[in-house]
């Protein structure tokens, strides 16, 4: 079964997934906001059988989560568990996005094309750091 990760942003939504074995996560869209997040959403889950949602949480460098883009993560989340009954985990996205700038950068992206990468390489990030993080979980209970 896929598992789809956001990065919520105050723009747009990155989006990406797993495979099905849930071993490599890959960047798939981003939600730009013209419909309804939550409704996108509904219809990659779909699309993509998912069951699982994980939504990158910022968290500040202490560990906490109470800025607005923490606040705007976790109502995003909500509203996913409630309108879909889906899974929904959230992870510490903590630098994602300037990874995911950094890497584009060394691959000599321009600036304005780095604006249609960086979310959904954002979102890559926080779900690759879920599923190794679950590997590893999984390897030490064995």
Do not use: H
Not at 21 to 39: F, M, T, Y
Not at 49 to 75: E, F
């Amino acid at each position: 079964m896929r598992i789809l990760a956001l990065d919520v942003g105050s723009v747009r939504i990155g989006v990406a997934i797993s495979d099905e074995d849930q071993i490599i996560a890959q960047p798939l869209s981003n939600i730009d906001g013209k419909k309804s997040p939550v409704q996108d959403v509904e219809e990659l889950c779909f699309k993509y059988s998912v069951k699982t949602v994980i939504i990158g949480l910022p968290l500040s460098m202490n560990g906490g989560d109470r800025g607005i883009s923490s606040r705007r993560a976790k109502a995003f989340g909500e509203a996913l568990k409630t309108r879909l009954g889906l899974e929904v985990i959230f992870f510490d996205e903590r630098f994602s996005t300037s990874e995911a700038n950094k890497a584009l950068i060394s691959a000599s992206v321009k600036r304005k094309k780095r604006k249609e990468f960086v979310d959904k390489i954002a979102a890559a990030l926080i779900l690759q750091g879920y599923l190794d993080q679950n590997k590893a979980s999984e390897f030490l209970l064995d």
